[in-house]
């Protein structure tokens, strides 16, 4: 049982617009920056965007990220086959004294 | 270019020990933090232990506190975890993960495998 709450499972078509949502609490959504990470299959995952919608160099501008309370969510604009992969949200919780993830969501095209 | 290449994973039976390395370049290794973060067959990812720069803090995930010691070299480029007292709870693939200025894990190692089992 994952601190970070995604849906496993999510899906779209080429060109629509998905979203994936991360549920915390106020020890670390509430009060911390959320990062999501992309792990494409048989690979290590990559940073996808920090501080709730930064993104990384190189990461295209169809993902975005937002925080509202103690929920965050994940955007693609324009969902693309080559995004179908693992997405995972993370952040510090301040009770635990480390860093918790989402238990994933897996993306794929319809 | 960074990179981070791990190393030590293989099979070990319950009760035993394995040391993992992490050889970083491509960056001043000695001014970030850094993690260990694993990933159990077919599961998601679980944050295991990190480190101050300097060693000067270390936090764990509550399932390895007391058996595994996160450290590092900064002369040679080097993160370590010793895993001491292994379950076969603990087979995952661990990777080796840089937090950069405010930006956590963002760059990670290709992994490697510790897998427990008698």
């Known amino acids: 049982q994952s601190v970070l709450t995604q849906p496993p499972s999510a899906s779209g078509t080429p060109g629509q617009r998905v979203t994936i949502s991360c549920s915390g609490s106020?020890?670390?959504?509430?009060?911390?920056?959320v990062n999501w990470y992309q792990q494409l299959p048989g690979t290590a995952p990559k940073l996808l965007i920090y501080r709730y919608n930064q993104r990384p160099s190189g990461v295209p501008d169809r993902f975005s990220g937002s925080k509202s309370g103690t929920s965050a969510s994940l955007t693609i604009s324009g969902f693309q086959s080559e995004d179908e992969a693992d997405y995972y949200c993370a952040a510090w919780d301040d009770s635990l004294n480390g860093w918790v993830f989402g238990g994933g969501t897996k993306l794929t095209v319809l | 270019e960074v990179q981070l290449v791990e190393s030590g994973g293989g099979l070990v039976q319950p009760g035993g020990s394995l040391r993992l390395s992490c050889a970083a370049s491509?960056?001043?290794?000695?001014?970030?933090?850094m993690n260990w973060v694993r990933q159990a067959p077919g599961k998601g990812l679980e944050w295991v232990a990190n480190?101050?720069?300097?060693?000067?803090?270390?936090y764990y995930v509550a399932s390895v506190k007391g058996r595994f010691t996160i450290s590092r070299d900064n002369a040679k480029n080097s993160l370590y975890l010793q895993m001491n007292s292994l379950r076969a709870e603990d087979t995952a693939v661990y990777y080796c993960?840089?937090?950069?200025?405010?930006?956590?894990?963002?760059?990670w190692g290709q992994g490697t495998l510790v897998t427990v089992s008698s």
């Open positions: 480190i101050k720069e300097d060693e000067s803090e270390k």
């Open positions: 993960a840089r937090s950069g200025y405010g930006i956590p894990f963002d760059y």
């Open positions: 491509g960056f001043s290794f000695s001014s970030y933090w």
């Open positions: 106020s020890s670390n959504i509430g009060s911390n920056t």
